[in-house]
């Protein structure tokens, strides 16, 4: 297997963890020279490696690449159109601007010879508000999650559970991901909660720091602080309850395991705020808007959950529906037919 680095870009984040539209915009003309630089690069690749099939983990670029090398191409994604932040959606172009960009984007991801929508299929489409007013019958395929599938034995578990002193206590997991600039209200709301909770349930908190340490440090009640957790996927599946974000990918990994969640959606951005509201909706947990989070607030939320049980058991009943799906197998099977 060869790997190559090929240009990217990101968008712009404020310092209180919001995405910045008006960065955004005045960096637009610059992000349109990096999408060309990955054209070309992309371009170029396919062009030496000469595959029988080009995948693209949500780039439009490899998808237009491959199209202008004659390579068929595939094309994996959670999130169909992008949609306005909330603040935008008063105005009355909004709306039309969100259509004409749905229907835009929607004319470019139909390049592909087919498009795999990570999530399960309606009405339990948990990225529902990015496809809604789309036309995806002749496009899109719903493949089921693809969060981590790998097997977790009795012996894993029991090694995580050593390693944060589990007590039999129900165990509440802190999982924050995303960009890093995004983290600073979550991380210090998420440490006096977990300082408020640890003297009825054991909690473990990771800030999800790329490189930061495996080895925790003690919160005042014993709570648990890693910058980076290697055991997360274990303390998924032992936990009682997730507190995280609402990444797509997180969401799966959530209802994978059973695990009713309070989720915390980035604020200002329209998709993690989209994929909470349908998981509250669902019933499968809480939404806590990040403007109105608080510990006050979080720690009634994660109480609601621990201690009302018809969030698990309706997590179960999405659960069950979910494996029926299996989004890595279903598309290492696509792939492997265009040998």
């Given at each position: 297997m ?9 968008v712009?984040?404020?310092e209180?963890?919001?995405?910045s539209s008006?960065d955004?915009?005045?960096h637009?003309?610059f992000m349109?020279r990096s999408f060309?630089?990955q ?7 396919i ?6 099939v080009t995948?693209s ?22 999130q169909f159109k ?6 935008y959606?008063g105005n ?7 259509r004409?960009?749905?229907d ?7 390049l ?9 299929p309606p ?5 529902e508000a990015?496809?809604?007013?789309t ?7 719903y493949?089921?999650?693809t ?5 977790i ?14 007590d039999?206590?129900p165990?509440?997991?802190f ?17 006096k909660?977990a ?7 054991k909690?473990?908190?990771?800030f999800?720091y790329l ?7 003690k919160?005042?009640g ?5 910058e ?5 996927d274990?303390l ?5 309850v ?20 309070v989720l915390v959606?980035i604020?200002?951005?329209s998709?993690?705020l989209?994929?909470?509201d349908?998981?509250q ?6 939404s806590?808007p ?14 609601v ?14 659960q069950?529906i979910?494996k ?9 099977e696509i792939?492997r037919?265009?040998k």
């Amino acid at each position: 297997m060869d790997a190559v680095e090929c240009p990217h870009f990101d968008v712009e984040w404020t310092e209180e963890g919001s995405f910045s539209s008006s960065d955004f915009l005045q960096h637009f003309p610059f992000m349109l020279r990096s999408f060309s630089k990955q054209i070309a690069f992309e371009t170029e690749s396919i062009s030496e490696f000469g595959p029988s099939v080009t995948m693209s983990d949500s780039r439009l670029s490899a998808v237009i690449a491959a199209k202008l090398k004659g390579c068929p191409a595939i094309t994996i994604l959670n999130q169909f159109k992008v949609n306005l932040p909330p603040r935008y959606r008063g105005n009355l172009l909004g709306p039309l601007y969100e259509r004409i960009a749905g229907d835009a984007l929607g004319l470019l991801w139909s390049l592909s010879e087919a498009v795999l929508l990570t999530d399960l299929p309606p009405p339990y489409t948990i990225g529902e508000a990015n496809v809604a007013g789309t036309d995806l019958s002749n496009i899109v395929r719903y493949i089921g999650f693809t969060s981590p599938n790998e097997s977790i034995d009795e012996d894993r578990l029991r090694k995580a559970k050593e390693a944060i002193g589990f007590d039999g206590r129900p165990l509440v997991f802190f999982q924050i991901s995303g960009p890093d600039a995004t983290k600073k209200v979550f991380i210090d709301t998420a440490i006096k909660t977990a300082i408020n909770l640890s003297d009825k349930y054991k909690v473990v908190v990771s800030f999800g720091y790329l490189g930061g340490s495996w080895n925790p440090t003690k919160l005042t009640g014993g709570g648990l602080l890693y910058e980076w957790c290697p055991i997360k996927d274990e303390l998924f599946l032992i936990s009682n309850v997730v507190v995280s974000r609402s990444g797509h990918r997180t969401i799966g990994q959530c209802i994978d395991a059973g695990k009713p969640a309070v989720l915390v959606p980035i604020h200002n951005h329209s998709e993690q705020l989209g994929n909470a509201d349908k998981f509250q909706k669902l019933g499968l947990g809480i939404s806590i808007p990040q403007g109105r989070l608080n510990s006050e607030r979080l720690s009634e939320s994660v109480e609601v959950l621990i201690q009302d049980k018809t969030y698990v058991e309706r997590v179960a009943g999405i659960q069950c529906i979910s494996k029926r799906y299996n989004g890595i197998e279903k598309c290492t099977e696509i792939i492997r037919s265009y040998k």
